[in-house]
């Protein structure tokens, strides 16, 4: 999950989520798909299931000194949260009832603010020592500059039909931040030149997974044994594990073995 901080800003009263580590799974993808999907923090939507409010549920904002991120560039109000010098910023948890966020989906929600990333493919998908260890170039850096979006309730929670009007966040659990450099045409030009196929995997992975499914011919399930090599291979490497499932299927059906495991 990527790690989160809530902000309640008093000089302006506005929110804002704010992004300080991006986790490597959105890394992956970053490098994989050319946008970097953030996740969301459950906690403040945890308490919306459908229609219905569940009371019980708050949510803790860190009340601060100052203007947000997003005032103090449009209106160059009193910056002094960008201090970084403690005593200058009061935080003290405020308790906020789950009357507020309000239902309404039109409503403007807290800002979400995505730090930039910048890196190369490589080393986007976790894979930087494996290209230094065969002395392949790491082609072009992607950069997903720093953003400040402003969507509104809807957009947030992901509500069906909210999201269409800002195609910097889309629903499914997670928010998505464009503005790469590199354009999806180029992504597959780099991802060829560097032998990742679409799921991520260099071409020495799958010649190792190919070695595998062969050794092991004959074997019924070979589930325990491919969880141990995401586990030692690829999870550090950001990959996530559904990914490499995918892939490890799709070898054993070219290679002639039926993929599915047993219950
Ligand atoms: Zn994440
Ligand atoms: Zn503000």
Same mark, same amino acid.
């Given at each position: 999950?990527?790690? $989160? ?8 009263? &506005?929110?804002?989520?704010? %992004? ?17 999907? %953030? ?9 919306? =299931?459908?229609?219905?409010? &569940?009371?019980?549920? =708050? #949510?803790? *904002?860190?009340?601060? !000194?100052?203007?947000? /991120? ?5 209106? &160059?109000? +009193? +910056?002094?949260?960008?201090?970084? !010098? ?13 009357? $507020?966020?309000?239902? !309404?989906?039109?409503? /403007?929600?807290?800002? #979400?603010?995505?730090?930039? @990333?910048?890196?190369?493919?490589? /080393? ?10 065969? *002395? ?15 969507? =509104? ?35 597959? !030009? ?35 044994? *491919?969880?141990?090599? *995401? ?21 054993? #059906?070219?290679?002639? @073995?039926?993929?599915?495991?047993? +219950?």
């Amino acid at each position: 999950m990527c790690k $989160h901080e809530l902000y309640h800003f008093q000089a302006c009263n &506005h929110f804002g989520i704010e %992004i300080h580590e991006v986790c490597s799974g959105a890394l992956f993808t970053s490098g994989l798909k050319g946008y970097l999907p %953030i996740c969301k923090p459950d906690k403040i939507f945890r308490h919306f =299931t459908g229609d219905e409010i &569940h009371l019980t549920v =708050t #949510v803790l *904002w860190h009340d601060i !000194d100052g203007a947000c /991120r997003e005032c103090v560039e449009k209106h &160059h109000m +009193d +910056d002094t949260i960008y201090q970084t !010098d403690e005593v200058h910023r009061s935080i003290h948890p405020a308790a906020i009832k789950a009357s $507020h966020p309000p239902l !309404d989906p039109l409503a /403007r929600g807290p800002y #979400v603010f995505v730090p930039r @990333i910048a890196g190369s493919v490589f /080393r986007l998908i976790g894979a930087g020592q494996i290209a230094r260890d065969h *002395w392949w170039a790491e082609g072009p850096t992607i950069v997903f500059p720093q953003t400040v979006l402003r969507p =509104t309730w809807g957009q947030l929670r992901g509500q069906p039909g909210a999201a269409a009007a800002a195609d910097k966040l889309e629903v499914r659990g997670q928010w998505k931040a464009s503005g790469t450099e590199v354009d999806a045409e180029e992504l597959d !030009d780099l991802h060829g030149l560097l032998g990742i196929s679409e799921k991520g995997m260099t071409r020495q992975d799958i010649t190792d997974i190919m070695a595998e499914i062969q050794f092991n011919q004959g074997l019924e399930s070979l589930g325990a044994k *491919w969880a141990q090599m *995401w586990a030692s291979s690829f999870a550090g490497r950001g990959m996530p594990s559904e990914l490499f499932n995918e892939t490890v299927e799709e070898l054993m #059906v070219r290679a002639g @073995i039926d993929g599915e495991e047993e +219950d």
